[in-house]
């Protein structure tokens, strides 16, 4: 089975700070990448995806992710934080035997300072 | 409605006592997912169905967890003698197909006292 580590459940930056937040993932064949961002009380909303491609992925809000496949890494980043993007992301892979099976990391909590 | 949508939201419920619930996937989506979400994890795979089948039941964790989609559109899952340890919540999403982007409802969280 897939795994996907997080490394950090809790980040925090400042306003107008790089976002940095990692996720490292184990298949040796490239799956699916996503992340998601998870507001308080919301639902799962959909960041950005890596099928196939271009590595460099440019999602909503300002984020983009970067995959890495010698280093099976698929890290979030964002130059400039604001205080709306304080919530909990996910990393998730799906793939490669089965696409309709996600595995998600165990998310990290972005705290947005002022 | 333009997402996915479930009910009901919040339920608290006694050991042992037999829960179920619903998943309205977005219109037109053939796949439909079931997660579970314990406080401080990221989202487990339960069960994926395509149309009215169950493609992937592999991960509920035992035979007290039950899925269907008779209709294929609609979903609801049933837990039976429902034991704290499955006090999560649980999620619902939907795709257009494999390899879509899947779309997640706001959740169900299910309290067993």
């Known amino acids: 089975a897939q795994s996907v580590t997080q490394l950090g459940s809790h980040v925090s930056v400042s306003e107008g700070a790089l976002v940095l937040l990692r996720c490292n993932y184990s298949?040796?064949?490239?799956?699916?990448l996503f992340w998601y961002v998870q507001y308080p009380n919301q639902g799962l909303q959909l960041l950005l995806k890596y099928t196939t491609g271009a590595t460099l992925v440019k999602g909503i809000n300002g984020f983009e992710a970067e995959f890495k496949k010698s280093e099976t890494s698929f890290h979030l980043t964002k130059p400039s934080a604001h205080m709306s993007d304080a919530a909990e992301y996910f990393c998730a892979v799906s793939g490669p035997r089965n696409f309709n099976k996600f595995y998600f990391g165990s998310g990290t909590k972005l705290n947005v300072k002022p | 409605g333009a997402g996915v949508s479930q009910t009901p939201s919040n339920k608290v419920t006694e050991k042992g006592k037999y829960v179920e619930l619903r998943c309205d996937p977005i219109s037109g989506h053939t796949a439909l997912y079931w997660y579970r979400q314990s406080l401080g994890q990221g989202p487990e795979f339960l069960i994926y169905?395509?149309?009215?089948?169950?493609?992937?039941d592999s991960g509920l964790p035992n035979d007290r967890f039950f899925a269907v989609r008779p209709e294929g559109s609609v979903s609801t899952l049933k837990i039976q003698r429902t034991e704290r340890g499955d006090s999560a919540v649980y999620l619902c999403?939907?795709?257009?197909?494999?390899?879509?982007?899947?779309?997640f409802g706001e959740g169900s969280w299910l309290t067993v006292v």
């Open positions: 169905f395509q149309g009215t089948g169950a493609a992937d």
């Open positions: 999403a939907s795709s257009l197909g494999t390899g879509n982007t899947i779309y």
């Open positions: 298949s040796s064949v490239p799956p699916y």
